[in-house]
């Protein structure tokens, strides 16, 4: 890291700014659409309402007394936050913080008869139902034909592209969806990826997965065409402990999505037998690990987690927040090369992730350049644009 120059942790403070209307405009819609999708009660309207107003003109306020998580919020940073404004806090902490708040102010920590439903729920189980998503399922059909090169190839972009149908993100980018991706990547080390999983080389493989729905049914094909062609012998696959960023996996939504590829015809159901029948024997495992939801980048992450990502053959990243945690929530220059700040990570590492924040890395000049001639700042944060990075140790 002793060449990389200083790059400034990112903060909601600038109004006009992504960052600022993230905290402006969008938690208060994610409360309002929480709000309207179930039939809470008094104390969860009040809670509700403490903390649209806490994020519109308060300050960070301590967890109760009684939290289970409060000592691991401590280390995380709690003390140093509270008392400030959520804009002038890190926003990557800010972000993580109110999902923790929503999660309280709904009763999903209990006890109470709201311990454990997920405020998500019928966002994510609609995408998963959608007509979208059989017609995804059924396009699998053209890939048996195919040799293992290419079908491998498209089962990477799919989960790569799969990273564009975030809920969250749909909320305040109006029309996101709808605009065409820009099918260059800005930067595409996929040989690098392949490279570390040659057919029959046995690797074990960590996917630290994004959003459920259909991000997380790519990537679930994704691990079973690599162990079905022995790319992979093992893999794993980390989803969030608790809701977090209105669709990110957890343990339920694999479950949801596993039954969703078992019940479809043709290919997809194919896949899903691989799938099932590798977690039963244990070539596929999932994890829930509480660092996961942490407010922190990926360099702060603790020994037992780095042991294992240590242990990997290679472990890839999924998504925009994922990305920022691994490279760290900081105004990087573009072309900071992308091992850099990754430096610390304990072995081989993968991204695949659509942007859409501000934070990027590993751009050559002419890809920076072109893309701010095309667009200005909005390349940044659209959604349309793509990127395959990876750092070999
Ligand atoms: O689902 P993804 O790809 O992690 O994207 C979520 C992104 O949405 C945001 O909330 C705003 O773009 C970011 O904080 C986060 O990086």
């Known amino acids: 890291m002793a060449d990389t120059p200083f790059a400034p ?122 007509p979208e998503t059989d017609a995804e399922l059924a396009a699998l059909d053209a890939l048996p034909g195919l040799p293992e090169q290419e079908r491998a190839r498209a089962l990477l ?29 800005v930067a595409d080390d996929s040989a690098d990826l392949w490279s570390l999983l040659p057919p029959d080389g046995g690797a074990t493989v960590v996917l630290v997965a994004d959003n459920a729905g259909r991000e997380l049914v790519p990537d679930l094909l994704l691990i079973a065409h690599l162990l079905a062609e022995g790319r992979a012998a093992r893999a794993v696959l980390h989803v969030k402990p608790y809701p977090y960023y209105v669709s990110d996996a957890t343990t339920a939504d694999v479950v949801d999505a596993l039954h969703r590829l078992r019940a479809a015809p043709g290919a997809a159901g194919e896949y899903a037998r691989v799938l099932w029948s590798a977690t039963a024997d244990g070539r596929l495992a999932v994890r829930a690990h509480p660092f996961s939801c942490a407010p922190l980048p990926y360099e702060r992450m603790p020994d037992d987690l780095r042991a294992e990502f240590a242990a990997a053959t290679l472990t890839v990243f999924k998504g925009d927040l994922n990305y920022r ?47 701010v001639a095309a667009e200005g700042h909005r390349w940044r944060t659209g959604g349309t644009h793509a990127l395959i990075q990876v750092a070999l140790k």
Do not use: M
């Not at 790569?160 to 969250?168: E, I, K, Q």
């Open 325 to 371: 945690r691994l490279v760290g929530d900081r105004r990087w220059p573009p072309t900071t090369p992308f091992q850099e700040p990754t430096a610390y990570f304990p072995g081989p590492v993968a991204a695949l992730r659509t942007l859409k924040s501000e934070v990027i890395t590993g751009l050559s000049a002419a890809t920076e350049a072109a893309l």
């Open 157 to 185: 972009h799919g989960s790569l592209w799969g990273n564009r149908a975030d809920l969250g993100f749909r909320l305040s980018a109006e029309g996101a969806e709808a605009q065409d991706p820009v099918p260059a990547l």
């Open 9 to 130: 942790v990112i903060l909601g403070d600038e109004p006009g700014s992504f960052p600022h209307s993230v905290l402006a405009e969008r938690h208060p819609a994610i409360i309002r659409q929480v709000r309207d999708a179930f039939p809470y009660g008094p104390g969860q309207h009040r809670a509700l309402d403490e903390l649209l107003k806490s994020c519109a003109e308060g300050a960070v306020e301590p967890l109760p007394a009684d939290a289970p998580d409060g000592d691991r919020w401590q280390e995380w940073g709690l003390a140093d936050c509270a008392g400030h404004s959520w804009y002038d806090v890190p926003w990557l902490w800010s972000e993580s913080y109110f999902y923790r708040r929503l999660l309280e102010a709904v009763g999903w920590f209990g006890p109470g008869a709201w311990q454990g439903i997920d405020p998500f729920r019928p966002f994510k189980r609609a995408e998963l139902d959608a």
